[in-house]
């Protein structure tokens, strides 16, 4: 427990597998996982702790894509230039185009208006620290299709569902790598890591998050 960018320096270089992880955005009804001034510094230590040719998966509202992953601008003479992001300035590599979570059976109204399309996905962020390959042989799609969980279940307001996790474990770790997630919420990586036999980095600053995501944790042991 506590806040990531200081504890994350207290691991060495190059001794994590893979990241996943849902930091607070920059728009949320729930102020306390809003983005705030501590939130960009952890993907520094993110980077420095992440080895070679591995992968960091970050679920983000709309409005933070342009900020973690940079866009392109017109210029007046017609031509266009690219302003960095906040990952691409530390040294990431930023997919072009985010995955997709199309949420099964969840349609959301929330900041949505009348004439807009309802929001039945969220978009995810892929960046790279060297130049690292999936663990597919086959090509997969960038959209990963599961149910939310049910608001009846839900210990946090973030929460994203296992089995999505552990999709993603699947594309990016083997079994007894090292995942890393600054932002745990609701603890669902470490769940998903257990299922999956990998071992794992929580570290979350909200005291009650925190001890409900250890005794989440102690269920599944």
């Not at 210029?75 to 040294?91: A, F, N, P, S, W």
């Amino acid at each position: 427990m506590g806040d990531s960018t200081s504890i994350l320096r207290n691991l060495p270089d190059c001794s994590v597998d893979a990241v996943i992880t849902d930091p607070p955005w920059l728009n949320f009804f729930d102020a306390s996982l809003t983005r705030d001034a501590r939130t960009f510094p952890v993907f520094k230590e993110v980077f420095r702790v992440m080895k070679f040719h591995t992968l960091c998966y970050i679920v983000i509202g709309f409005e933070d894509l342009p900020h973690y992953a940079g866009m392109e601008r017109m210029l007046e003479d017609g031509k266009t230039e690219h302003v960095y992001g906040e990952l691409e300035r530390i040294g990431f590599s930023v997919s072009k185009t985010p995955l997709i979570w199309r949420k099964i059976n969840a349609l959301s109204r929330r900041g949505v208006k009348s004439w807009e399309y309802d929001r039945d996905f969220e978009i995810i962020v892929v960046a790279a620290k060297g130049s690292p390959v999936l663990t597919s042989q086959t090509r997969l799609s960038g959209v990963k299709e599961f149910k939310v969980v049910p608001s009846r279940s839900l210990i946090h307001p973030h929460e994203k569902p296992v089995e999505l996790v552990k999709d993603i474990l699947q594309d990016c770790s083997y079994e007894g790598n090292i995942i890393l997630d600054p932002f745990a919420g609701s603890g669902v990586v470490g769940e998903a890591c257990h299922e999956m036999k990998r071992k794992y980095i929580l570290i979350e600053r909200d005291k009650d998050r925190y001890d409900k995501i250890r005794q989440r944790l102690k269920k599944e042991k």
